[in-house]
């Protein structure tokens, strides 16, 4: 466009200032549709979640030593729906300490099972394995166990928010 | 009566010139069955296109209902058993050939300047395809599709810094439910097949544009 004619004594041509008010507006419109398009997809992942905490098990009936797994009933808010869900969660009684985990591997997320002649968690999606106080031993998964927050009312067993530790 | 038809549409538009065109376009002597693989990847293409579309004729994308619909399609439905038997299985044979295609062009080496670009347009096309198959395996909702997903999802919250959200714009939230299944639902009908569309046109506007690669 170098042989456009430029008017005396403007800055820039009137075909270029058009172009940019263009290039502006359409900029404009499209944060305009953008934002609320971005917000709406992403919502469920930027609201914060309240934890509720569960009542897991009566503190005397964990056993010693001697994982046990327990299915907690729970409703569960899923989008417009309000389910009944069960959750799986591993209690452990170790010395005085009472230790809630995650049912699921921290590899990819599998169920895991309690090996009583090996004492290991194992996880048969890709052998992972873990001792009872969810340390990895074996296989592929990166991180111990994941526990939740827990705290004793009434002599129950409540389970909070699920932490993760980075091994 | 037909040539009636197509003359008096010629006359107001001028189709023999660009039918001509297409019909007579040359090909050059060295291309063989390597280059048909793109074409039976677009083949497949458009016939999971149709068997989808019909397939949403009964599919419900929610939890309570989605194993059912399916189901019924199978069980209940005339040649539902079919229609779902080749959307599946083209879905697999789409992704053989198009790595067949790109092993094609890599061996080739089609994808050398000035088709640099139709590569990398062909890079993400094999993503989107992948996109196609991970979103349309969660549909029929059995144990199957749950886990997989559970498993697909977990993958991507492994992502450093970023994981936990990327977990959850995949799942709509925490947990695998309702949102996972409809979000998974609207992109594969809507989201994927728009880009696809767009990227294919790309792909094929390039291809005649730059023509095929010569011989090695
Ligand atoms: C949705 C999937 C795809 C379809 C339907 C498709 C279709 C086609 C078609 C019909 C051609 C004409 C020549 C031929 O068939 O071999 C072509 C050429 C080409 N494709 Fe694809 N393609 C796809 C994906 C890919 C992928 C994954 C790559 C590589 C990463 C790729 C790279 C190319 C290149 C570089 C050419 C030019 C080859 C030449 O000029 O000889 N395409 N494609
Ligand atoms: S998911 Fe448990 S080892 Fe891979």
């Not at chain 1, 309690?114 to 106080?133: A, L, N, S, T």
């Not at chain 2, 990847?41 to 399916?70: D, K, R």
């Amino acid at each position: 466009m170098d042989n456009q004619p430029k008017t005396a004594g403007e800055p820039v041509s009137r075909r270029s200032f058009l172009s940019y008010s263009l290039g502006l507006s359409g900029l404009a419109f499209s944060a305009l549709l953008g934002v609320p398009l971005a917000g709406f997809a992403l919502n469920p992942a930027l609201v914060k979640e309240n934890v509720k905490w569960l009542e897991v098990i009566n503190i005397e009936e964990i056993p010693a030593d001697q994982p046990l797994r327990v299915n907690v009933k729970f409703r569960r808010k899923d989008g417009w729906a309000e389910k009944e869900e069960t959750k799986s969660i591993w209690v452990v009684k170790l010395g005085g300490e009472v230790i809630a985990y995650s049912a699921l591997c921290t590899h990819l997320g599998c169920a895991y099972t309690w090996r009583e002649e090996q004492k290991v968690f194992y996880c048969p999606c890709h052998g992972g394995m873990f001792d009872i106080q969810g340390n990895v031993t074996g296989g592929p998964p990166p991180r111990p166990l994941d526990r939740y927050e827990t705290k004793v009312e009434n002599g129950r067993l409540l389970a909070g928010r699920l932490m993760r530790k980075e091994g | 009566m037909f040539n009636q038809v197509y003359d008096w549409m010629d006359e107001r538009l001028q189709l023999k010139a660009t039918v001509r065109n297409i019909l007579e376009h040359p090909v050059p002597d060295h291309v063989n069955f390597l280059h048909c693989f793109g074409g039976i990847t677009f083949t497949l293409i458009v016939v999971q296109a149709l068997t989808g579309m019909f397939l949403a004729l009964y599919y419900v994308p929610a939890p309570e209902q989605a194993f059912a619909s399916v189901e019924y399609i199978s069980r209940e439905v005339a040649f539902g058993k079919a229609i779902r038997g080749m959307h599946r299985v083209g879905a697999s044979l789409a992704v053989i050939m198009v790595v067949v295609h790109m092993v094609r062009v890599y061996f080739t080496g089609a994808y050398k300047k000035p088709r640099e670009m139709n590569w990398l347009i062909g890079v993400t096309l094999l993503f989107v395809l992948l996109g196609f198959g991970f979103t349309g395996y969660l549909l029929p909702w059995d144990q199957k599709a749950y886990w997989a997903t559970a498993v697909g999802t977990n993958m991507a919250g492994s992502v450093p810094v970023i994981g936990d959200f990327l977990l959850k714009v995949l799942r709509g939230g925490t947990e695998l439910g309702s949102l996972t299944l409809t979000r998974f639902y609207a992109v594969h009908i809507w989201f994927l097949p728009a880009g696809l569309t767009g990227l294919l046109a790309l792909h094929f506007y390039m291809v005649r544009k730059q023509g095929i690669a010569g011989p090695l």
